[in-house]
């Protein structure tokens, strides 16, 4: 089987900001709707949806501010120990070291991320 086998298409694209409330407002504008708000006093967490298209925007204080800014872009898969295995035969290595989980959404969701050629991040997803 290959990674191919187990995507399922685009999750989200990852926004990093400096103006959590900026960035919603800017978005909502656009149309987008906030699906979600998680996170942590230091690093809050909002999801924006405009019918297929998911951003995730998180206030981490380190946004570039300019092209080239978005962090990375997560592929949804439909078994993420599957995709971790594929990937790993394919010689990649997770930067996290391994599958990860975070409670967001209703049952939660597990990750990893590698590095693609040119410094991108690509997230592997599977909302649980």
Not at 5 to 29: C, D, K, M, W
Not at 63 to 76: E, M, N, R, S, V
Request: negative net charge; hydrophobic residues 45%; charged residues 20%.
């Amino acid at each position: 089987m290959s990674i191919a086998a187990h995507v399922t298409g685009v999750q989200h694209v990852g926004v990093p900001t400096n103006h959590l409330e900026t960035t919603i407002r800017f978005y909502e504008s656009l149309g987008f709707t906030v699906r979600l708000r998680t996170g942590t006093a230091q690093e809050p967490v909002a999801f924006l949806e405009l019918e297929n298209l998911t951003i995730e925007t998180y206030q981490n204080g380190k946004a570039a501010g300019q092209p080239g800014a978005i962090d990375h872009i997560a592929l949804d898969v439909d078994d993420i120990d599957a995709a971790y295995a594929e990937v790993r035969a394919l010689g990649y290595a997770a930067l996290e070291g391994a599958v990860q989980s975070l409670p967001f959404w209703k049952h939660g969701v597990k990750f990893f991320t590698i590095a693609g050629p040119n410094a991108e991040k690509v997230e592997f997803s599977q909302k649980l």
